[in-house]
């Protein structure tokens, strides 16, 4: 069984920042894929950033140049580093681990980027 645990979400003010984090555990192997998706209110969950198990990475365009994620993989974690916020970054942020043919969800954690 897999698990995923969010952390890091929270209020700030637009322009500011936050650090995002996800710790995986079970049967999992550093080999995966990770990524950070999101969803707003009234709106479809979008990928916001992945990463490969050798760090290759993939932004949505609304984030380039402002998130940066990132993996450890020895604590099977991975990171989500968010500069500049805006309100529209206003939502909840959900952790994914691909396995096979299988995706893995973590609980999610709020995001509100007041103006």
């Known amino acids: 069984q897999v698990q995923l645990v969010e952390s890091g979400g929270g209020l700030v003010q637009s322009g500011g920042s936050l650090r995002l984090s996800c710790v995986a555990s079970?049967?999992?192997?550093?080999?995966?894929?990770m990524g950070w998706h999101r969803q707003a209110p009234g709106k479809q969950r979008e990928l916001v950033a992945a990463?490969?198990?050798?760090?290759?990475?993939n932004y949505a365009n609304s984030v380039k140049g402002r998130f940066t994620i990132s993996r450890d993989n020895a604590k099977n974690t991975v990171y989500l580093q968010m500069t500049s916020l805006k309100p529209e970054d206003t939502a909840v942020y959900y952790c994914?681990?691909?396995?096979?043919?299988?995706?893995?969800w973590g609980q999610g954690t709020l995001v509100t980027v007041s103006s």
């Open positions: 994914k681990i691909m396995i096979g043919p299988a995706n893995y």
């Open positions: 079970g049967s999992i192997f550093s080999g995966n894929t």
């Open positions: 990463i490969t198990s050798g760090g290759s990475t």
